[in-house]
């Protein structure tokens, strides 16, 4: 038996065996650790609904029930109650998704960032119809760090991205944004992605910093470049007809365990930057970690129009309305 069919294997037992659980009991699945950025988002949701109902919720950290495609479907199947996953992904069911992986659009100072999250129209009125079409309930979408390239050789300019095969997501937009950026876009399962580094199959790939330093990808890479192009975003979902079937009261406690665990999953994001980078280094002393200057960013922050242009023809039929939408929440946010 190959170790991926173990893994399927034991993803079936485990769905099988949770398809059975009592109707108290709410099952959540999501992409990353239990210490890591969505495991403590999750933590802090379980222990706010425990602590508020009789109800308990059962985690499932990445990989206990397969990969990020396999937790969407259990989702919308009502074998999982709740899905954490990043637009990413979900961007192959819901095009207008993708809006986040335009280059550059969203701030890099933490604070705004996180008021565009807690305010935005196009989140808050706009996407939960798009995803209610997939059978979902979007509870809330939140920021997870700014996204850094770990690479084999330095980038300072997308000269240095030429013929580079760089990792992406299975995401059609952020394909195109980093061919705009000169790579080679390779979308590949996140459980191959150290192999294929390791392997030479592939030279780089993107991640916030505290991800980068719990999955090791420094060791499988030389050099960490900060270019400002975008932050991670990922959502909360619940499986539609399970969410419809609540009481309001059950609602109520969904809806305020969610606006908890997103102040304190921002407030536990202040500073993790830079000290998941400093783990980085202490672990490995040559590892170079270099924050582009604005004129270095120039060359990189120019491909944004060619690639917005590219989310109005492939980002479904509201493309244009959020994007027009997501511009100017940002700009309320920004005070401009």
């Known amino acids: 038996m190959t170790f991926k069919t173990l893994i399927a294997s034991s993803a079936l037992a485990l769905v099988a065996g949770i398809s059975t659980a009592s109707a108290d009991t709410w099952r959540y699945a999501f992409e990353e650790a239990l210490d890591e950025v969505q495991g403590k988002f999750a933590q802090k949701f379980k222990e706010e609904i425990e602590a508020n109902s009789d109800h308990e919720v059962q985690l499932f950290p990445f990989g206990t029930l397969g990969e990020s495609a396999d937790i969407m479907e259990q989702a919308q199947s009502g074998i999982l109650q709740f899905v954490n996953q990043s637009p990413g992904f979900t961007g192959a069911l819901i095009p207008e998704a993708q809006v986040f992986f335009v280059p550059y659009l969203l701030p890099q100072d933490e604070e705004t960032l996180a008021e565009f999250f807690r305010t935005s129209k196009t989140i808050n009125e706009l996407f939960p119809p798009l995803y209610e079409e ?4 979007l509870l809330t979408m939140y920021p997870e760090g700014e996204v850094m390239m770990t690479t084999t050789e ?6 240095d991205l030429n013929e580079v095969k760089f990792r992406v997501m299975t995401n059609p937009l952020l394909v195109e944004s980093y061919k705009a950026f000169g790579a080679t876009p390779t979308p ?8 294929a580094l390791q392997t030479g199959i592939i030279q780089g790939q993107e991640n916030p910093a505290f991800f980068i330093e719990s999955t090791k990808m420094y060791e499988v890479t030389d050099h960490i470049t900060r270019a400002g192009h975008n932050n991670f975003t990922t959502a909360l979902m619940a499986n539609l007809d399970f969410y419809e079937g609540l009481s309001e009261d059950e609602k109520t406690l969904v809806q ?8 304190y999953i921002i407030d536990y994001q202040e500073g993790l930057t830079e000290e998941s980078l400093e783990k980085i280094k202490e672990a490995k002393p040559s590892m170079t970690i270099t924050t582009l200057s604005e004129e270095e960013r120039e060359p990189f922050r120019e491909t944004a129009e060619s690639v917005e242009k590219t989310f109005l023809e492939i980002g479904g039929d509201q493309a244009e309305e959020i994007l027009n939408q997501m511009k100017a929440d940002l700009e309320a946010v920004q005070g401009n």
């Open 134 to 137: 997939q059978g979902l309930e």
């Open 154 to 159: 330095p980038v300072t300019g997308p000269a």
């Open 256 to 263: 305020n365990a969610v606006d908890v665990a997103f102040e």
């Open 188 to 195: 590949l399962p996140w459980g191959e992605v150290y192999g």
